[in-house]
C-alpha cells in the first residue's frame, strides 16, 4: 500500500513558513495542511554539538503542538542549519550578517543539517539528515548581487540552493538537494513510513 493511502486516516500537519518545505512535502504525493502558527522559543543548549541543533530545534517546535494535537493528527516539524568552520550560520540579522556568512562559505565546504520531527498525540520521534555542499570562490561582487537581489534574509546561511547562487556557485554536493532547500524528502519519506508502522 502506497504511503499516501496508509496517510488517509490522519491529517498530516506540517508546522512550517517555508514555501519550499510546503513545495517539498507536495512533491512527494502526501495530503497536508499547514498547522496554525504556535511559537516556540528557538534557544538550545550552548553545549550541545552543532550537529545536533537542528533536530534539537525541531523537537522544540513540536514540543509547542504537544496540547493541541486530536487523536488523527500527524504533525510534522523540521529546521535547518548550515554549519561552516564548526560555526552554526543561522538566518542572518542584515546584509552585512549576510555577507559575512557568504564569505565564510566562498571556497569551502559546508554542512547543511536538517532535523525533523513526527509527532501524533501519543508519539513522537525526531531524525536529522545531513549534506555536505561545496562553493567555489565567490567574488565580492558576486556575492553582493546574489544579497541585493534575492534579499535571503529568511535562510539559514544566507543562501537558497534553488537559486541564482545555487546554479553559478556549487561545485558539489555530498548527499541529499532537497535536504539543502529544507526538507529531506526520501528521508522522510521512509521515515513516515516506519513511524506508522511502530
Same mark, same amino acid.
Given at each position: ?8 486516516? $490522519? ?17 512527494? &504525493? ?13 534557544? $538550545?543548549? /550552548? ?8 533536530? @534539537?530545534? /525541531? ?5 509547542? !503542538? ?23 550560520? &543561522? ?14 562559505? /566562498? ?23 545531513? /549534506? ?13 548581487? @546574489?544579497?541585493?537581489? @534575492?534579499?535571503? @534574509?529568511?535562510?539559514?546561511?544566507? !543562501? ?6 545555487? !546554479? ?9 538537494? !532537497? ?9 522522510? $519519506? ?9
Amino acid at each position: 500500500m502506497l504511503l499516501k493511502e496508509r496517510l488517509q486516516k $490522519y491529517r498530516v500537519l506540517l508546522a512550517s513558513k517555508s514555501p519550499r518545505r510546503r513545495q517539498l512535502l507536495e512533491g512527494c &504525493g502526501i495530503a497536508f495542511e499547514i498547522a496554525e502558527g504556535r511559537e516556540a522559543e528557538e534557544v $538550545y543548549p /550552548s553545549t550541545l554539538p552543532a550537529e545536533q541543533v537542528a533536530e @534539537y530545534l /525541531s523537537g522544540l517546535k513540536s514540543d509547542a !503542538y504537544a496540547d493541541v494535537l486530536a487523536a488523527d493528527d500527524l504533525l510534522i516539524t523540521a529546521d535547518t542549519v548550515v554549519i561552516a568552520g564548526g560555526e552554526i550560520l &543561522g538566518k542572518p540579522t542584515d546584509r552585512a550578517d549576510a555577507v559575512r556568512m557568504l564569505r565564510s562559505l /566562498s571556497g569551502c565546504e559546508h554542512k547543511v543539517i536538517t532535523g525533523v520531527t513526527l509527532r501524533t498525540m501519543t508519539k513522537k520521534e525526531s531524525f536529522s539528515c545531513e /549534506s555536505r555542499v561545496r562553493f567555489r570562490g565567490l567574488a565580492d561582487e558576486e556575492i553582493e548581487h @546574489y544579497i541585493d537581489t @534575492y534579499r535571503p @534574509y529568511d535562510k539559514a546561511g544566507a !543562501y537558497g540552493i534553488q537559486e541564482w547562487i545555487g !546554479y553559478v556557485a556549487i561545485e558539489a554536493i555530498e548527499g541529499s538537494f !532537497y535536504n539543502v532547500m529544507g526538507l529531506p524528502v526520501q528521508a522522510l $519519506y521512509v521515515r513516515l513510513g516506519e513511524f506508522l508502522e511502530e
